[in-house]
């Protein structure tokens, strides 16, 4: 997955690596080129969720909403359409609805209104059009039609807003309707049965996103900065954020391409990269003249990563519990969760609690943390950091606590 802030050249570095041959894998006879029949046929896709994306044009094919374009040999291209997307979710959605109208005797408040609210009526719903994004990238990752796919996440205006929809979405969903409740009401009332099923197989779908996102056994993120003031004064923030939201990034790209491109800045974005972490730091090299067809792409020579299983952030947290001679007096037990968070402006860290979600707030980017079962029961006394890990401390909640543990 390549990701960026706007600008920097993320969809001309995803459609490069879509291109190239892959980093990090074992070369295989479809990769020597010694003979087409070797090639399969379903070996690359490319999947841009920007509409104004320039991809299908650089490789000369039509660009057809939602349906796989062979763009060669070895790639296809798929562009998605976010309304169209919507909508078809959404016609699905009121069916249930309206079915259960009609097999309830009693009026369902707001149910009714949203059951008459027609696909053809929406712009946009927020949020969910992201959820049905990844839910499309998620059902043509595990379909195996694909050996690789590499996702242009450009033109989604904050990528880890994006990437944290389905999170937010399946917290949200389970706030306004617990899973327990609705669990009883499908119980108490029959008719419900169909609606509660729609609702946790959306519920299912987000956690499943969640972690596919997450998982570097198959997942290594791309992040793309420009060699400009911009991607200098970004690149610590967006490599915190990277670590709170567990991401398996895989490698950091410096496109030369943007800005000036000068050795001596692309050192200082070096040196923030490779400050501790095991983090791949490539240079995409100016290309002369305009990128507008397969040929010049190649010159990029971009080669992506392919995922290594090494997490990263809360993604690679760990807890242990915390020594007699560590605890304060009085204390019985206490366990401490505790991970690699870089932290451009220390001050701007907060923590909050929501059911199972540790609430984690950096540079104004705020995630949901899932806890560890463990910690579930246990309640927050205190957070640290010293400069290259955050700790986070919990004492057992006597309310919930096994007794005699």
Sequence with gaps: MVIGPGGAGVSVTAASGALGRPRGRASTSSDTGAGTTLVPEHDTLLITVDRFSPSASIFGVFRTPDEPVAASSRLHVLSLDRLALLERAWSDFTAVLSETLARSRVSLPGVGVLSEISAAELTALPGIEDFLVLRRIRDEAVSGTWRRIVVDASGVGDPFAFLRSAAVLSQTLNRLWPRHRRLAAAAERPVLAQLTAAVDAIDRDCVDITELTTDAHSVAVHLVVGADDRGERLLPDFLATVDVMGLALRSVILNRGVGDGCDDRIARLRSVVEDGAE???????????????????????????????????????????????????????????????????????????????????????????????????CVVVDAAWDGTEIAITFVPDPAVWPRGR
């Design 279 to 377: 983090i791949d730091c490539l240079d995409v090299p100016r290309v002369d003249g305009p990128i507008d067809r397969a040929a010049r792409l190649r010159k990029v020579g971009v080669g992506l990563a392919t995922p290594n299983g090494r997490r990263c952030g809360c993604g690679a947290a760990k807890v242990a519990e915390v020594d007699d001679a560590q605890k304060p007096a009085g204390a019985d037990r206490m366990f401490e969760l505790r991970w690699r968070q870089r932290l451009p402006d220390p001050a701007s860290l907060q923590l909050g609690r929501s059911g199972d979600d540790l609430l984690v707030t950096v540079g104004g980017f705020r995630h949901p943390v899932r806890l560890p079962s463990v910690l579930r029961r």
